[in-house]
């Protein structure tokens, strides 16, 4: 699905969920998430987002907005990191080998020294390969 950062598209999918055209219930705001990104969020992470924001029981429009467009430069960042993973993962088996690894990191910045402690860095668990776990906690993205 299409990351949606539409200012006006956001305000139309608040609009249809509300049922005041003010403020979104965390029922609402979890069909309206799934109309914008395609996911609807549990309850506990609906919970849990409410509380954080101190909005009580009810989300206004602006709250609604910024919480989508943020969201969105996640999941933009996540495919972003995915793709990356993928072209390192030559064998497309899910995992970068340390071949694979020093191979891509070759070719991106041939001078680069310190290739394998990064990748002894970025294994984790130190099986000899580098899972997508282990590659996104070596971008710094939780």
Not at 106 to 112: A, I, L, S, Y
């Amino acid at each position: 699905m299409a990351l949606v950062t539409d200012p006006e598209r956001i305000r139309s999918v608040f609009l249809k969920y509300s049922t005041d055209s003010t403020h979104l219930t965390r029922q609402q705001y979890k069909l309206a998430s799934l109309a914008i990104s395609g996911y609807k969020p549990s309850k506990s992470m609906v919970e849990r987002l409410y509380r954080d924001l101190e909005v009580g029981d009810a989300m206004d429009i602006q709250t609604f907005s910024s919480v989508q467009l943020e969201q969105a430069k996640l999941r933009s960042t996540s495919e972003t990191l995915k793709q990356i993973f993928q072209t390192f993962d030559w064998s497309c088996n899910g995992f970068i080998s340390k071949s694979d690894f020093l191979r891509a990191v070759n070719e991106v910045m041939p001078n680069f020294s310190g290739a394998e402690d990064l990748f002894e860095k970025a294994d984790w668990d130190m099986d000899g390969r580098i899972s997508w776990r282990d590659f996104v906690s070596l971008m710094g993205v939780s």
